[in-house]
């Protein structure tokens, strides 16, 4: 018993000597024991402790990103020395394995491309911390991807897309090695990018072209753009006007009322409601509302006015005033540069 707990207190002098050493020197600390006591210290049976020297020693070694023969042999001369099982080695690596390789892809993408002679570097790394094939290029792909989101967001931040960042972020995703429209980066975040775009684009005049229009379209008609949208209501403003004396106000029907007044004109309003979802379309021709009622078509020499709200559109032909709703009220600014390209195009 007394010899036992001597022995585990030698060993314990052992232990800390290595430990202060910080792990470094761990076999002259175990000759020097060996020399200075008659009761040898047995590696084998110190395999925990084996392991212990075994990860620190890693954690220094990979600390660079990078493992050299000489590194290599040290690791290899713990493992032997201590009989370490190849299962508990594996166990050690897979703690640090991917956040180094990780900060190691990060490093090389620095410049936003991964030359040959890197992508190697980076292979050769991965395969001394038994890190596949595939899983090295899904962390490569990842850090470019996260590359990309982050000069998108910077490119975001003033809420315009120039044809200049259009380009920068072209050659970048090429360079990357990425798909532009398959990176792995925020959706809300893409369809800013794209629906900034777009107003860019649309800024410089562009017109878009429906293929096919869900509409119906003439022979010679192009649709422009279409979108879902509610026909909130189609009013009559003037139907006509009535010349009385009496000051008499008559109610007609429901929605239309006229005034009986002294000598002057007074119109009749007529106002008719609606609630109808449909399809409106821009077109080379006009406007077009599609549903299953009180569907409309105004060509452009008939279309007096328009305005945009902030979800939706209202239409002036004649005396008809008409309001469409949007689902989509990020399209509103859309609808109204589309239809403005689009007149500007055609009349």
Known sequence: MFKNLFQGLAHAKLIRAIKDDNYKNWERHFDNYNNENSKKADPVKMQSFGLEIYEKNLQNVIEDYAITDGEKETLKKIKEYFQLADADINAIKSKYAKTALTNLSKQKLADNHLSEEELQEIGLFAKELNISDEEVKRINHKNAAELYEIAVKDVLSDKMVTLDEQQALKKMAQQLGINMREANID???????????????????????????????????????????NLVFARNNVSQHLTQSSPVRLKVGKGIAYQLGSSRNTPIREEVFSNQPGVFAVTNKGVVFSASQHSFSIPYTQLHSFDTYADGIGLQKNNTELLLQFYDKQMSEVIFKVLTNAINKNT
Do not use: F
């Open 187 to 229: 959706k809300k975040l893409r369809e800013e990018y794209y629906y900034l775009t777009l107003l860019n684009a649309l800024e410089q005049g562009y017109l878009p072209e429906c293929k096919p229009a869900s509409i119906v379209t003439q022979n010679d008609e192009v649709a422009y753009w279409e979108i879902s949208s």
